[in-house]
């Protein structure tokens, strides 16, 4: 089975903290995603990329960054964290159409 | 544009009782359409999965869904709900990129 691991399950960082989420993938996938999800908002996309050193913004990329220098790992940059990204974040990556696999989630709560 | 909808935002059935979670699609084509579900605080799994063909998909844990390209829609059902079905629900769909867009998901409580 395809498998997505982010690395941090629980994250509590300070206001103003440069963040990384990272997030890795164990089957070749082209294709990775970071989004966020908040109660009645659903998830949003934040960044995607199809290949390394690619990427590509998402419908909220204001206040985050990302980095794929391998094929396998997809982190999220928060540069300067602040309380209104207090979130769930989720990773996920898939091949070509096939459908999305998730990762856990890092649930960051931002003081 | 494209997108997915999802009309119900919580619906409670007893369990036992048969499931139908709504799903409608606003695509140019024939879209691909998924369900996902997401137990608390866990990421998404995979539930089924329609690209063509045969319009009546079957899914894990016991879940199927129909696409109706005339009501577009893509409604997931279950004939005897579990306790364990307790759950979000998503709806996804992609007009054939690689992106989805996902609906604002369905809570599904179950009473005993």
């Known amino acids: 089975d395809v498998k997505v691991t982010q690395s941090s399950r629980y994250l509590v960082k300070r206001t103003g903290e440069k963040v990384f989420l990272e997030c890795v993938q164990d089957m070749d996938h082209e294709n990775m995603f970071w989004y966020r999800q908040d109660p009645g908002l659903g998830l949003r996309l934040i960044y995607f990329?199809?290949?390394?050193?690619?990427?590509e913004k998402g419908d909220i990329p204001e206040g985050y960054s990302v980095s794929r220098e391998k094929k396998e790992r997809f982190s999220l940059i928060l540069e300067s964290a602040s309380t209104n990204q207090t979130s769930m974040y989720l990773c996920a990556s898939s091949f070509r159409t096939d459908g999305y696999t998730f990762g856990s989630g890092t649930r960051l709560t931002v003081v | 544009a494209q997108s997915v909808t999802q009309p119900d935002i919580h619906i409670t059935v007893s369990e036992g009782a048969s499931l139908e979670l709504r799903c409608n699609y606003s695509y140019g084509a024939t879209p691909y359409l998924f369900w996902y579900v997401q137990s608390p605080g866990q990421g998404l799994q995979l539930l089924l999965k329609y690209f063509s063909g045969d319009t009546l998909v079957q899914g894990i844990k016991g879940f199927e869904a129909e696409f109706k390209r005339s009501q577009s829609s893509f409604n997931l059902r279950k004939p005897s709900v579990h306790w364990s079905d307790a759950a979000e629900y998503f709806c996804a769909g992609s007009g054939g990129a690689n992106n989805l867009f996902f609906g604002t998901g369905t809570r599904l409580t179950v009473i005993p």
């Open positions: 990329s199809y290949d390394v050193k690619m990427k």
